[in-house]
Each structure stands twice: as structure tokens, then as C-alpha cells.
């Protein structure tokens, strides 16, 4: 089957082995006593732990003014001030314990499901997006301060050290924390990895992701010194979560936390995954509440993220979080490159068919942009002895830097405007090329080929540009579509429409459905099509939301009530609603087009 996403739920039904057409109906996660999620990890690691065992936890409380009820264990537990998360390392009985709280939502363990997005290390840019012509032209991203999450950032570096926010209220190296944030001597940021205050990252070239991210934003201008990033003036907050190959989800959710507290307009996201995370999206969107607009990369799988992929053992995936999730603060960025194509390495041109080179993700729901993300030269830690302290790299990682730049040009120019706005600007202002072609490495899987093939792959069908943005129309650029589920159209028994890749690749119904009763559902479409069908339990807030026990065998999908997914265009699926409440059904078109006929009833 392809790769996709049934060979992910063959390993999610206990004793199941999953074929072509099969149905698939999930468990649903543990709760706590208390009504909490836990989980499948939890769960599990409970149902053998010893009692002496220990489990680093991510408890989520229903409000910030809850998180107290936390020191009550006497753990050490660490809490969020902007967000209503703690972290603790608890037994068995104080996880139990803490599950039956009320104002307890979820416990999750910490995890490992984020991935830094840079391809192969490998000049366009700046230029290219007309930053350069803003910034002669008076427009700098003064007032600005754009927080990098990254793997830390050289705050030594000589095209950096003057585009380093520093923190007003603190005084360094006086191992006071003077302005009483809860981080000693946090002069330019944070060091979230090894809890420190110094966010430089770790040695290695591939830990100069952040330094090459920052440079993109902000390298100083008009130093006579290496480059000009595109935000000359705009200001780097260092955020340190990561190496080059472990990106934990709760170092990611404390630095969140920090640049909400500490005056971030902007936070870079130069990484994700294929795992949803509750956690992660709360603090995204409770990000967007404080006025903070986050730009993130869409990955480099070369796959559709409005299609299910995973295939683990090449690293491709899709859908890709954070980039995918359905917030109106986020930016999801593609790369392209200087012919105004999406990205494929150009490094490995002659070597390879160009087809077998393209690395960047797309998808004309859930990507806004396209951004410069080939041969993109930028500041880093290492000296290579060709040119020390600079480096050319591809990959939606390099894009993204790109974009949140822009943010900062328009937001110093127009200090009201909104995250909303900011995004809807910078959509109203793309340049839309008749180059921009899409090229896959994946096209022998997913049967769109192997020749260039254009089409809508992104909301904007664009690639940025800065200049255009400063002035362009904050009329809103994402309005909702039916093919997410906070677009879903009702159905009564029966619906028919027609899903079309790559423009309208899934369409999502809802209809409330009774506790206990048993349903089924089908879905008909033409003949050579290929259509698969979803079941989503009420409260999901994404399609394709696929936490991590979606990925682990034998364990639950938590939001997923029943799929089916065989390479042809009927498909059906039966399932026991185990809630009453709003049940979504989602069709799929796997790279086709066809009409089809959705069907519900009960059995």
C-alpha cells in the first residue's frame, strides 16, 4: 500500500493485520478519574510500572490559575506562567493522583516527535523578495523582536551581535534574576536544552540551524560584513530547545511560554513532525492571544500535507506539525527557489534526475507561501575555511526565516495590526509566477509523475514578497473551507460532492451521532479513482490528528473513530460512537479526482 497512511493504523489495532480495504476502528485514549486524558503512553507505561518507577509528565490544567495544585506533590514540579501547563517527574500513584483532579485536562509524557527541517547542507534571498528594496526605501523591522526556536543561536557571531534582543529588565552576569521572570541573567534569551542562560547551540555543523535561521532574519546590514538579513533592524530572541536530533516537546512549550512573557512579536519554527500534539497547538493559539504570529516550516517530505504519508525509514511524512494545524496565527511556508520553482537541491543537479532533488512540502490548505529555500547563504558557529562563519543550506527551514522577516517588516511599519492581519498581508502581497511548478520526489509513489506539473499547491499560489506586503490589504487570506473541521458541512443521510487533488483534496461533513449506537459509513466515487475515508470523534480540532499513540503499535488513536483506506474508490467503514456529541466525516482524495456519494446510517 503505497507507504501510507494504512501501513501507520496496521500498527495501531491490537492484533490487527491490516489490507488493502480493510476497516479500521480505534480505541479511544484513557481517561483519569477525574475526566483527564491520559495519553497512550501513559497509560501503558501505568499498567506496568513498578511502584518506585518515575515518568517525566506534561500535565495541561484548564487555566493558569489551576497550576498551583501542582506544588501540592511536593515535586519540583516547573509551571508555565502564560500557559496552563506544568512539568513533573511523577510515580505511578502521583500520576493516578493527579489525573483525578478536576482541573486537571490531560497528562502526557514528554516526547521526542519533532525533526529540524533542513535538507542536505548545500544565492538567493533577500533580493529575491524585494527585502532589499523596503530597506533602502527606510523599511527596517525597527521595534521588533522575532524569538528563534530553534537549536540556539551565536550570540558572538559579527554579523549577529547587534540584531540580539536584550531583556530590559535584566542585568548580566549578576546571577540575579532581576526582573523576576523565573530566569537568572537571561540577557538575550534562553537555554531550554541544557537550563541555562547562555542559548548558544551545541558544537556540530548541523547545530548551526538557529544561527543559520537567525541570520536569515536579522543579519546586521550595511557592516561590510558577510550578508543582510531580511529584518535588519528587527530583533533575535535566542530560544534554545534543541540539538541537530532531539527536539523534546516540553523544552519546545517552555520557550513558547518565554517569548509570550517576555514582548516576542514573531517566533520562528523551523521544524516538525508528524505527531499532533494537544499541548503544542494550545500554546500556539494561546500564543496568537497575546498578538504573536508564528511562522513555520511545512517540511521537506515532498509530499502533499493535505494527504496522509508516512513512510519513517526515507523520514517523509505528511501532514507536518506545527505548520499544519488549522490557527489563524500561523504562517505555513514552502521553499522555492531563485527560477521561482518549489524547491528541489540544486546541488545535486547532473548527478540526479532534478524530479529525484525537489525536498519541499506543499499543500493548498494547510501551506500559505512560498518563500526562497535554495542556496540560501547565511551565518553559522563553524569555520568551513572557504568562507568562516557562513554557509549555503537548502530546505523549508531556510524559507521560513524568509517569511518571519517580512512579519517583521510589516509589523514595525504597522504596530496595531493584529497576527491576523500580519498574515493576511503578507498572503494579499505574494507574486504569483508562472514558473512556480511543482517537482516531486515522491511522484513514482503518489502517481503525479515525474515532469513539472502546475496547479494550486499553496492558499497563495505565491511566492512573498517583502516591499508589496508593507502596504498590502489586511482582507482576510485564509477564509474557512470545507475541506477542515471547522468548515464541516452537515449531513443527514446521504451528501455528494467532488474532491479534486491538488486543489480540493478533502471535503469534511459533521452530524451528531448517539452513545452507544452502532454506525457505518461509505463513500462511492468514479471509476481509477482513489478515495479514502475518515471518522473523526467529536472535539477534534484537525483532520489528520494523529497523536503519538497513532503511531506506536497496539496502542490507541485517540480522535480517530474508524477509517478505511484501500487504493480504489469505494470505501466504508462501521463503528460504536462511544459519546454522543458532533462526529466528523472526512473524504480524502489520494492524488485524483472524482465525484463521489457519502452515506451514513445506523446498523
Known amino acids: 500500500m503505497r507507504g501510507r497512511l494504512l501501513v501507520l493504523l496496521a500498527c495501531l489495532v491490537a492484533s490487527a493485520v491490516l489490507l488493502p480495504g480493510s476497516v479500521v476502528t480505534t480505541s479511544s485514549a484513557t481517561a483519569g478519574s477525574g475526566g483527564a486524558t491520559l495519553s497512550s503512553t501513559v497509560a501503558k507505561w501505568l ?24 506544588d501540592t506533590l511536593g515535586v519540583g514540579a516547573t509551571k508555565l506562567s502564560s500557559l496552563p501547563i506544568a512539568f513533573a517527574t511523577l510515580t505511578p500513584a502521583q500520576v493516578r493522583t493527579v489525573a483525578a483532579w478536576p482541573e486537571v485536562v490531560s497528562v502526557w509524557h514528554d516526547q521526542q516527535n519533532k525533526f529540524i527541517l533542513d535538507e542536505s547542507v548545500a544565492l538567493i534571498g533577500a533580493d529575491k523578495v524585494r527585502a532589499g528594496t523596503g530597506l533602502k526605501r527606510g523599511y527596517t523591522g525597527a521595534g521588533v523582536n522575532v524569538a528563534v526556536i530553534d537549536t540556539g543561536v551565536d550570540t558572538t557571531h559579527r554579523d549577529l551581535i547587534n540584531s540580539l534582543w536584550t531583556n530590559p529588565g535584566e542585568i548580566a552576569a549578576n546571577h540575579i534574576d532581576d526582573d523576576g521572570n523565573g530566569y537568572v541573567d537571561d540577557v538575550h534569551g534562553w537555554d531550554f536544552y541544557d537550563k541555562d542562560k547562555n542559548p548558544r547551540p551545541a558544537s556540530g555543523k548541523a547545530n548551526s540551524h538557529g544561527t543559520h535561521v537567525s541570520g536569515i532574519i536579522a543579519a546586521e546590514r550595511d557592516n561590510a560584513t558577510g550578508i543582510s538579513g531580511v529584518c535588519g533592524d528587527c530583533q533575535i530572541m535566542a530560544l534554545r530547545i534543541a540539538t541537530a536530533r532531539q527536539v523534546p516537546l516540553s523544552t519546545e512549550l517552555k520557550a513558547i511560554d518565554y517569548a509570550i512573557d517576555n514582548g516576542a512579536d514573531v517566533v520562528n519554527m523551523s521544524f516538525g513532525g508528524p505527531v499532533w500534539s494537544a499541548a503544542e497547538r494550545s500554546a500556539i493559539k494561546r500564543a496568537g492571544n497575546h498578538g504573536i504570529l508564528v511562522v513555520a516550516a511545512a517540511a521537506n517530505s ?7 504519508y508516512y513512510d519513517f525509514e526515507r523520514g517523509n511524512f505528511a501532514p507536518n506539525y506545527p505548520s499544519s494545524y488549522a490557527l489563524d496565527n500561523i504562517v505555513a511556508v514552502a521553499a522555492s527557489n531563485d ?6 537541491s540544486s546541488q545535486c543537479q547532473g548527478d540526479l534526475p532534478i524530479w529525484r532533488c525537489a525536498f519541499t512540502s506543499w499543500g493548498h490548505d494547510s501551506v500559505d507561501v512560498a518563500a526562497p529555500g535554495v542556496d540560501i547563504l547565511s551565518t553559522v558557529t563553524f ?4 568562507f568562516p562563519g557562513y554557509d549555503v543550506w537548502d530546505g523549508t527551514s531556510m524559507a521560513t526565516p524568509m517569511v518571519a522577516g517580512i512579519a517583521g517588516l510589516v509589523l514595525s511599519e504597522n504596530p496595531g495590526f493584529s497576527p491576523v492581519d500580519v498574515k493576511s498581508a503578507i498572503m494579499n502581497a505574494v507574486d504569483q509566477p508562472n514558473a512556480l511548478k511543482l517537482l516531486s520526489s515522491n511522484g513514482r509513489v503518489t502517481g503525479i509523475g515525474t515532469k513539472p506539473i502546475a496547479g494550486h499547491f499553496t492558499r497563495t499560489q505565491g511566492r512573498v514578497n517583502a516591499l508589496a506586503a508593507l502596504t498590502a490589504s489586511t482582507s482576510n487570506a485564509t477564509p474557512v473551507t470545507d475541506g477542515g473541521i471547522d468548515g464541516a458541512r452537515s449531513i443527514d443521510v446521504r451528501r455528494s460532492d467532488r474532491v479534486s487533488w491538488p486543489a480540493d483534496v478533502n471535503d469534511v461533513y459533521e452530524k451528531r451521532l448517539v452513545d452507544g449506537r452502532r454506525y457505518r459509513v461509505t463513500v462511492n466515487g468514479g471509476a481509477g479513482a482513489d478515495l ?13 490528528q494523529f497523536a503519538i499513540g497513532c503511531f506506536l503499535r497496539h496502542e490507541p488513536c485517540p480522535a480517530l473513530a474508524g477509517a478505511s483506506l484501500g487504493p480504489h474508490a469505494d470505501e466504508a467503514t462501521t463503528f460504536t460512537a462511544r459519546r454522543t456529541g458532533v462526529f466528523y466525516i472526512q473524504v480524502n482524495s489520494w492524488y485524483s479526482h472524482s465525484r463521489y456519494a457519502v452515506k451514513i446510517r445506523k446498523v
Open 532 to 544: 479514502d475515508l475518515f471518522v473523526w470523534k467529536p472535539g477534534t480540532k484537525d483532520i489528520f
Open 302 to 308: 515532498s509530499l502533499d500535507n493535505d494527504i496522509d
Open 47 to 70: 499498567s506496568s510500572a513498578s511502584a518506585t518507577s518515575t515518568l517525566k509528565a506534561i500535565v495541561t490544567f484548564d487555566s493558569t490559575s489551576s497550576l498551583a495544585r501542582i
Open 383 to 386: 569555520n568551513d575555511g572557504t
Open 339 to 344: 527560477r521561482d520553482q518549489y524547491g528541489w
